[in-house]
Nanobody, 127 residues
Framework: QLKLVESGGGSVQPGGSLRLSCLAS?????????MAWFRQAPGNEREGVAA????????VYADTVKGRFTISRDNAKNTLDLQMNSLKPEDTAMYYC???????????????????WGQGTQVTVSS
């Protein structure tokens, strides 16, 4: 069973930056998978933030974070990272890393199309 563990959350002032990391369990293959970051604020549905297809390097971003967030894979650390810049109070949420079983199709930012989830890391943006 694939296990995903997020880290890097915290509190930051508006305009600040944070970098989230997602570490997969040992022996996990990143090949031919969609991996993504989602977030969920209290009272809101879980929404896709950014997705990355490991085979082609394709990237997909939600309109709300385009130009501010960057998803990437750190091969040396074997992590999936999310660099978040110019943070806004509306970015406050629990952030989750997710992975899809290879070969599964679906929308890159749709949470129902992902099979494995981390426990989440909290991001709070306030002054």
């Amino acid at each position: 069973q694939l296990k995903l563990v997020e880290s890097g959350g915290g509190s930051v002032q508006p305009g600040g930056s944070l970098r989230l990391s997602c570490l997969a369990s040992s022996g996990y293959s990143y090949n031919r998978r969609w991996m993504a970051w989602f977030r969920q604020a209290p009272g809101n549905e879980r929404e896709g933030v950014a997705a990355f297809f490991t085979e082609s390097g394709s990237l997909v971003y939600a309109d709300t974070v385009k130009g501010r967030f960057t998803i990437s894979r750190d091969n040396a650390k074997n992590t999936l990272d999310l660099q978040m810049n110019s943070l806004k109070p509306e970015d406050t949420a629990m952030y989750y890393c997710a992975a899809r079983t290879p070969g599964n199709t679906g929308r890159p930012l749709s949470p129902i199309d992902y099979d494995y989830w981390g426990q989440g890391t909290q991001v709070t943006v306030s002054s």
